[in-house]
């Protein structure tokens, strides 16, 4: 009796067994290549990917330049590139820690959307990777100087930080420069631009604009504030010298961007742009004014600021409906709120004959002497 219940336990017993030693699969990280940052480039009907790898010893206490490799792969497809790497890596290649990946011009002027496809269907892009453009190739930039992702890499991090998007509606969160353009009529792909200074470091210098996923222009960073007065964020202005004041800087926190319908026949809209200013001054002596002076001062600052991002962004979206790519995202609230407003299969040229109208609300925050 108590061997035939013996033999009924056995497949428990060796279930058991088998699991209690945890997962016999774990790679430790001092096993795996890490990859970081990967480019994309496509030249020659031929994607190139250069991937920066972190390979750790068990014995480093933080990752160094000594840990970190450059390999490169080519192929027909991005899966073919990975492929190729995978071979030469020294370690098995990890993707699930990815915190940067850049597009090289070449690539954007082809076509954007597969380079991304296949990181896309593995997963590869979370939460914490964010989508870099670069005007030439994005190898060469990251080939140039390899040490400077292991410097800016976190620095890039905390300027991307909390400007993020929902990708085609999935879980999958890119940055908040990625929209889902396949579902929105003629929604445009804006991607934050990178660029070396002075071969020291990495830094932010306007975006690329793409429309069915190819690059319509490169736009500079004055048309990248006026596309976060729509996403959120904060942009650095500044006021030159006048009979009022010295050249001033200003930083404005976007708060929100608030449409409205004017009309419908002919379909006008208007933005109004809310927002609060942080002004530094420059060499300017504020404790020797009146509580009055300095009331007046901020009321001019204001106007000035004011007038300066009315006209700025009045010609951003001017310059928009020249090319007909709806970047920030009118379509989408027009067709939320009036869909019998909203042509779909002729948005591009509606669009482009809108009356859009600018307003600005904006309100002294704070100030500090510089």
Not at 10 to 24: E, I, R, S
Not at 281 to 291: A, G, P, T, Y
Request: proline letters at 2%; one cysteine or more.
């Amino acid at each position: 009796m108590k061997s035939s219940v013996i033999w009924k336990l056995l497949p428990l017993f060796v279930f058991v067994m088998l699991f209690a030693g945890g997962c016999w699969d774990k790679k430790e990280f001092n096993q795996l290549a890490i990859a970081q940052t990967i480019a994309i480039d496509y030249e020659e009907e031929q994607y190139t990917m250069t991937v920066q790898l972190v390979m750790p010893a068990a014995s480093d206490e933080e990752i160094s330049g000594d840990s970190m490799w450059l390999i490169d792969g080519k192929g027909a497809s991005v899966a073919e590139a990975l492929q190729q790497i995978s071979y030469s890596a020294p370690r098995e290649l990890y993707l699930n820690h990815l915190d940067i990946v850049l597009l090289g011009e070449g690539l954007l002027q082809h076509d954007a959307g597969q380079g991304l496809e296949y990181l896309l269907k593995e997963h590869v892009l979370r939460r914490r990777t964010n989508l870099l453009a670069v005007e030439g190739s994005a190898g060469d930039l990251l080939q140039a100087k390899l040490k400077l992702a292991d410097v800016d890499i976190y620095y890039l991090m905390n300027l991307l930080r909390d400007q993020r998007q929902f990708v085609k509606s999935g879980d999958t969160i890119i940055n908040d420069y990625y929209l889902a353009m396949d579902e929105h009529l003629t929604e445009g792909l804006v991607i934050p631009r990178i660029e070396v200074k002075e071969e020291k470091a990495l830094y932010l210098n306007g975006a690329a604009l793409l429309q069915d996923n190819r690059l319509l222009r490169w736009m500079d960073q004055k048309w990248l504030g006026s596309y976060r007065w729509i996403t959120g964020g904060a942009e650095i202005y500044t006021l030159p010298a006048n009979a009022h004041h010295d050249n001033l800087t200003v930083e404005v926190r976007k708060d929100r961007c608030k449409w409205e319908l004017v009309s419908e026949e002919p379909l006008r809209v208007r933005a109004t742009l809310y927002g609060s200013l942080r002004v530094a001054e420059n060499n300017m002596q504020v404790k020797s004014r009146s509580l009055e002076e300095t009331e007046a001062f901020h009321q001019q600052i204001q106007q000035e600021l004011d007038q300066m991002i009315k006209e700025r962004t009045q010609n951003d979206f001017t310059l928009l409906q020249q090319t007909g790519c709806d970047a920030l995202k009118l379509g989408r609230w027009l067709q939320a709120w009036y869909p019998q407003l909203v042509q779909t299969d002729n948005w591009e040229e509606q669009f482009s004959a809108l009356e859009i109208e600018v307003q600005t609300k904006t309100k002294i925050k704070s100030y500090e002497l510089k």
